[in-house]
């Protein structure tokens, strides 16, 4: 599904990523963990399309092309979603409104026909209900005033309501209460199938309780470092970065 | 790279020309013009000394000078200030209205027939200075509202003329305003009697068509006491090349407990890429207030080359309310000096101001609001809130809020914002599948809302896609 080959990548002359390889198969889920400033953001970014960066080497494969240069809006029609860690806010838009014309633009994209609104709403009240979200939010523009986890739950709503072959969730539990996580946990895994895959970007083995990985990455200087199973995010939480760091410099 | 400095900008959708012989006047301006131009329209005596003593006026006035407007002033003896359509014969239905003039309504995607039918909008259509067709009218007479062409009404209700005409925007007001009140030739008039509620939107389109010609539109609403009606009134004219005059004059007349909405769009032609061509657009909109009325002005501003534009609110009643709602969006080379005045005279009265301003291309906009509150105005209140939204660097939103108050009690607030537009809004947007073209839209249609909310539900979508327009390719 992802196919990520030795990728560099630099902002402003600041190499961030550098040689990455990664391999994403349906079904299955990612997690990347790795201390702060180790450019697991970068690399979300980068996957997604953001022009700041810069690929100075290196390959992205989605769905079995090449989408180097592909518009974040192409890839997103193919079935790309990144799950914002810090969700962006649009006065006086809607997130009925938002929601209605990214999924129309996305099925314009694929060439198909705009959702009626009534299965629109109708999936948006199902989705809601799994979510445990209040109706209000429907109508209050979109991230704004939201607060910390109303905005994480938001983006799983919108991924639920776009249903993506591959969601990126960058930092989705961070900011969630202990029952958020858990409701949003439910939500992602109730999506799961053999079919589309999950990375999750965390800091925490908490979240790795309920979205259960089949892999584990540490992510550090813009290299994956190691790779495991869960048990590595156990090893992770009990033991901290540094003897993977002194591992890796060796 | 940054993708907001990639500046383009899509052609003006509405540039074409509808070849309608006209009856003009000779070009150029003396009291034989307005003569001419009285004589034209069947005037009474009146009314031409009327004209005659504005003309005088404005010999004796200088064309004011703005801080941050730059325009080449019009050559006053250089327009042709009257030019008609040749109508074939009276009107009475619009299988009647010459085909070419419906054609030119198609382009502009106003069907005049499937807004009848639709929204029960009666259109009384100004081409180049004569009402063509007033729809409905009949109707709304069953009723005792008056909804005509401003020179029929000189003819056929003088009185109702006499009493109001230049009673809020007097003759010598201002340098426009002394020239529209010399020549005006054309323009709606309305009139809803006591306690009526008006119960269609009244609507009226607005376009220059003759090459060369200024166009001096003077509009009249009086909604007597206790009376409501919701004015609808929308510009668009055809791509040309030399720069275009509009000086038009406005008059709302709002007695004890009445209300009047006055919705507009502006879309004229704002010049091309280079900044030549487009329209001035110089206009003068002033209403008043008697006891417990209510006059809302809302506006959504895209095009003309320069726009100066102050729709104005006169409280002169106790309990009287006055509200501004306005989008102005310049692009390319367009030049906005917008806002309004809020004159509190009576107690207790109120004003609310929104002004969204919107920047792109090289083009500078600046809102402009006067705020009075006089001595008598115990209580009085105004907000007002002012953003600017730029979009790339080369362009410029100046906010200059003036602020008179003549008595203690009264609460002034005024709030004032500018935001870009983000590279990270507009990611977002991409990521979720929305191209940048459609997320500028949204954004921008999002900033806009409080003031779009406004504006009647038809006019609203077509408000939406105007700014889509104007706004095409101004982010890359
Ligand atoms: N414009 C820039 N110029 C220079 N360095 C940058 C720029 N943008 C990001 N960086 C750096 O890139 C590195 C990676 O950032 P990134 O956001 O990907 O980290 P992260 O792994 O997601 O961290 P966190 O766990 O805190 O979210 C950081 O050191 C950051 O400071
Ligand atoms: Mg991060």
């Keep these: 599904m992802l196919k990520i080959k030795n990728l560099h990548a630099s902002i402003d002359g600041n190499d961030i990523l550098r040689g990455i390889n990664l391999e994403v198969k349906p079904g299955e889920v990612h997690a990347i963990m790795g201390p702060n400033g180790s450019g697991k953001s970068t690399l979300s970014a980068v996957i997604a399309g953001r022009e700041d960066y810069e690929i100075t080497e290196g390959s992205i494969e989605f769905a079995g092309e090449d989408i180097m240069e592909l518009s974040p809006e192409e890839r997103s029609h193919m079935g790309l979603f990144l799950s914002f860690q810090y969700p962006v806010e649009i006065p006086g838009v809607s997130v009925t409104n938002f929601l209605k014309t990214a999924i129309n633009e996305s099925r314009k994209g694929r060439g198909q026909e705009p959702m009626p609104a009534k299965d629109m709403l109708k999936k948006m009240r199902e989705v809601m209900a799994v979510l445990e979200m209040d109706k209000s939010f429907m109508s209050r523009s979109i991230n704004e005033g939201f607060s910390g986890g109303e905005k994480k739950r938001n983006e799983i709503f919108q991924m639920a309501m776009l249903e993506p072959k591959l969601a990126i969730l960058d930092e989705t539990d961070s900011g969630l209460d202990i029952d958020a996580l858990r409701i949003v946990s439910n939500g992602v895994n109730k999506l799961r199938s053999e079919k589309n895959a999950f990375i999750v970007i965390t800091h925490y083995q908490r979240l790795l309780d309920y979205i259960v990985p089949d892999f584990v990455h540490v992510l550090h200087k813009g290299k994956i470092i190691k790779s495991g199973g869960k048990e590595l995010a156990l090893e992770l939480e009990s033991k901290g970065y540094d003897w993977l760091k002194q591992e890796a410099t060796v | ?476």
Excluded at chain 2, 88 to 97: A, C, G, H, Q, R
Excluded at chain 2, 185 to 191: A, I, K, Q, V
Excluded at chain 2, 261 to 283: L, R
């Design chain 2, 1 to 476: 790279m940054d993708i907001l400095e990639k500046v383009t900008n899509s052609d003006y959708k509405y540039g074409f020309y509808t070849n309608i012989e006209s009856d003009k006047a000779p070009v150029g301006l003396n009291e034989d013009i307005i003569r001419f131009i009285s004589a034209k329209k069947e005037e009474p005596e009146w009314m031409l000394e009327w004209r005659l003593d504005a003309f005088r006026n404005w010999l004796k006035m200088t064309e004011p000078e703005w801080a941050h407007v730059k325009y080449t002033k019009p050559n006053y003896q250089d327009i042709c200030y009257y030019s008609a359509p040749k109508p074939k014969k009276t009107i009475d239905s619009l299988d009647e209205v010459d085909p070419e003039l419906l054609k030119t309504f198609e382009k502009l995607g106003i069907s005049i027939d499937e807004q009848k039918r639709l929204s029960g909008v009666a259109v009384d259509i100004v081409v180049d200075s004569v009402s063509v067709k007033t729809t409905f009218r009949e109707k709304l007479a069953e009723m005792g509202i008056i909804f005509c062409s401003i020179s029929d009404a000189v003819r056929e209700y003088p009185e109702l003329v006499k009493k109001y005409l230049g009673t809020v925007v007097p003759k010598s007001d201002n340098f426009f305003a002394a020239l529209n009140s010399a020549v005006f030739t054309d323009g709606s008039f309305c009139y809803i009697p006591k306690g009526v509620r008006c119960p269609m939107e009244l609507s009226t389109y607005f376009r220059i068509n003759e090459s060369g010609t200024g166009q001096f539109e003077r509009t009249l609403v009086i909604a007597d006491e206790g009376s409501y009606v919701s004015y609808l009134e929308g510009c668009t004219a055809p791509m040309r090349d030399e720069n275009q005059l509009h000086a038009a004059v406005v008059e709302l007349v709002a007695l004890d407990n009445a209300e009047i909405k006055y919705s507009t769009v502006q879309n004229w032609y704002p010049g091309d890429k280079e900044g030549k061509g487009g329209v001035f657009n110089f206009v003068t909109k002033r209403g008043i207030c008697e006891r417990n009325a209510k006059i809302s002005w809302t506006q959504v501003e895209t095009g003309s080359a320069v726009t100066w534009k102050y729709p104005s609110c006169i409280l002169k009643g106790d309990n009287s309310i006055g509200e501004f709602y306005s989008v102005a969006v310049t692009n390319n080379y367009q030049q906005a000096d917008t806002g309004t005045k809020m004159i509190h005279l009576g107690r207790n009265t109120k004003s609310t101001i929104i002004s969204k301003g919107i920047c792109a291309g090289k083009s500078e906009g600046s809102y402009r609001g006067l705020v009075k509150i006089g001595p008598r105005a115990q209580n009085a209140r105004n907000f007002s809130q002012c953003d600017s939204l730029l979009m790339g660097d080369a362009c410029g939103s100046h906010t200059f809020p003036y602020i008179e108050i003549k008595n203690k009690t009264a609460k002034v607030e005024h709030e004032a914002t500018t935001s870009k537009i983000g590279e990270d809004q507009l990611f977002y947007c991409n990521q979720r599948g929305i191209p940048t073209e459609e997320a500028i839209a949204l954004i921008v249609n999002g900033y806009c809302k409080d003031v779009l909310n406004q504006l009647p539900m038809e006019f609203a979508v077509e408000a939406q896609k105007l700014l889509e327009v104007s706004l095409e390719g101004s982010v890359g």
